[in-house]
């Protein structure tokens, strides 16, 4: 297991009483500040360049992060934002919080993807993962699952980025179909959890054969734990892309040192973390390549993903098929 | 004696607390222009109420029996049983829920068994589980106010009882009935109101979005939707069916009117024969519901307390103790207000219990929202974070506090309040002679709560947290989403063991104090 000294984490306290330094506060989600997340070994990366002090606010999850720029307006502290995924930042331009990053440097995801406020730094599949000991066959697709009595949790869209994730999974799948797709899963569907955590510990307690998450998650029981049982099932539908961006806020109060967080968020001192504490795909696939383990990870035949202004559109009517199928 | 200037002070706190609850709402943009429902909130709304009645009457319901028994029975380990039944409401919702899944759920204990005996599995997921989970939290709840009830009947009144020969169908209707007339509505009322604004055992066990409350339409508004209005609104609701449930239960309860004992208290007389039968089966099976559940919680952490890193347990102590001086801090401030309140409500008037009881009703998303609102204009949030933290958890306190302790403060201002007044006593000699000592039982069991609910609470606080703050909660959360789960499990353990020994501590001091 690599764990980050705890050290770290605190390091830059000492730091905050030297007056002359400037401080670059970045708004982000918990779990990515969190000890076991990228958080400390990117500020110590960063800090070791930038003659900053870089500084980590978090909050719950993406959609919280959302929510608290709003709240925040223009009196935020925060000079960038990092941790939106790409279903929130068409709401996130809407704000005109946001600055373009003016970046033109380029990415490795499967799909193309820019967007003029917001630049990716990791990337991930939502799949359903499984223990391999106690399913020999999953299935291979929606229809297969829902036509099985496999029994899977998942995550509430309403307060929940992976749930909402697969709220578009099935809708940039089956268009139309998508809720005669939710209505055929209801019956699988033991129960919806408020958020990624709580699913993720009922699967692992033996409540459910499968969870939502990610193609990446059994890297973390191979990796950390040397544990090989868990999988994640490919579906011939394609698996939707979840990516997971930053940007520059229009009125930040170091936009220099905005502007410097975000090429160092492309570089390889940042994307080597990523792997092992966010269990994602980096951006841009570090010099070193990926750590072992990932290779045994599935790659999905086909990605799926909405752009940010289809998401949008798309997600309240979405909600009302989900919510009538599965309230039925 | 200082009626009126107990009177002053509870009217002042109760301006305050409104004021907490209700400003936030108008920070969010409360509109009354459309105070309309939509067909899905209208829904929201149904499967609320019907879940918080079902809760709150089966915790209720199944609490009297159990309640008596302990009363009227002296056994090995009764002690220890008495300061368990805290436990399961001090426990944090997603320790609680995995805790109960390992006893109900699909492969759970009791199904495992009823495999094994060729029964059909019993499913936890739906209204049913919601239930069983808001029984499990609650009942144990209204055990203990039940039970203060029972030891706040003087002892006299039994031997009077027993002596005119009363049947003990008699003495249920003349002397417990009164009691549980009193008690029993101001129990029910706050079961029902906590469950109003459940959220995540509600979804979770619910089985999906046919579960979804008014708590989540709220968390839809502010999350998914961003229409403050909407939550300011829903919010509103659940304050509305608080005050609404409130009218109801005041209703319903009468007040006790014994006239003053020696203040002895010996219990109810304990029959032989098959009456001693069953109460064994009550309290078996009341305990046995809620050690399973507990002794899995335990079971789930164990394990991992081995391998638990060294900054782990760093950051355990470190939370540890921070949450516990929050703890300390919270519970001197609700319980003085608590007191006020009791004492205000004991001379006959009926809105300090209404002020005291609303801020169960309080959604803690919107009111952390609406003070961030408030105060982010004017302060860092993060420079907040204690003051905040205490007064919140105070306030969400206040309600228990209140409730545990107004019973016996009626009873003391019925008996002694005469007394006092012909004794000349001023309004300190009164509190320090005549009160504190009866209330010691009480105020003990509400500090021992108070305390651990504010080991516990994240929702308001989340908001305001800043670097380096990491409370118990927090940590258990950023373990779960860095997907070590075992550890999770062990420093869930470590937060319920603090929270219940802090408990116990100030529980275990009233009823040493009351028994002596």
Redesign the interface.
Known sequence: MR?I??AL??S??ASVATAQTPVLNVLTY??F?????PGPAVEAAFEAVCACDL??????DG??L???L???GA?S?ASVVLGLDTNLTA?ATATGLFAPHGQTAGNDLPVPFADPNFLPYDWGYFAFVYDKTKLATPPTSFQELAASDL?VVIQ????STPGLGLLLWVKAAYGDSATEIWAAL?DN??????G???S???F?????DMVLSYTT?PA??LI?EDDATKAAAPFTEGHYMQVEVAGKLANAPQPELADQFLTFMGTDAFQSVIPTTN?MYPAHTPATGLPDGFDQMITPAKSLLMTADEAQSARTQA?DE??TA??R | MADRAVTLIAAGLAAAVLLLLLAPLAALGLSTRSLALSE?EL?ALRFTLMQAALSAGLSVMLAVPVARALARRRFFGRDVLVATLGAPFILPV?VA??GL??VF???GWVNNGLALLGLPAFSI?GLQGVVLAHVFFNMPLAVRMILHGWQAIPAERFRLAASLGFTPAATLRHIEGPMLRAVLPGAALVIFVICLTS??VA????????A?TVE?AI??A???D?DLGAAARLALLQFALCAAAYAVATRISLPLGFGAGQGRTGGPPAPNGWRRGLDAVFITAAALFLALPLLAVVLNGVPGLRHL???VW??VLAAAVRSTLIALASTALALSAALVFALAAARGKGWPALAATLPLAASSLVLG?GL??IL??LF?P?DLALPVTMTINALLALPFAFRILLPETRTIYADYHRLGASLGMTGRAWLRWVVIPRLARPMGFAAGLVAALSMGDLGVI??F????QATLP?LV?????????EA?ASAALLLVLISFALFWAFDHWGRRYADA
């Open positions: 764990l000294p705890f984490a605190f830059s306290v918990d779990s500040t969190s000890e076991w997340g500084v980590f606010s978090a909050v719950g959609a919280e959302l929510a608290r709003q709240l925040e009196r502290d709401q029994k509430d869209p309403r307060s209801a569907i033991i129960t919806v959890t408020p990624w955590s709580e993720y510990g009922m692992t307690a033996g409540e459910a998650s973390y029981h950390a269990w909600l989900w919510l599965l309230s | 899905a829904a997603i829920v995995l899944l390992a759920g699909r492969a997921y959220f995540a979804l979770t066990l619910g089985g999906g979005p046919r979804t989540l968390y839809q502010l999350r998914f961003f890193p060294a900054s760093d950051a929202t961030f609102l982010q204009p860092r993060a989340a908001l947290a800043g670097e380096g927090l959360q950023r373990l779960m989403g860095a997907y070590r789960l999770a």
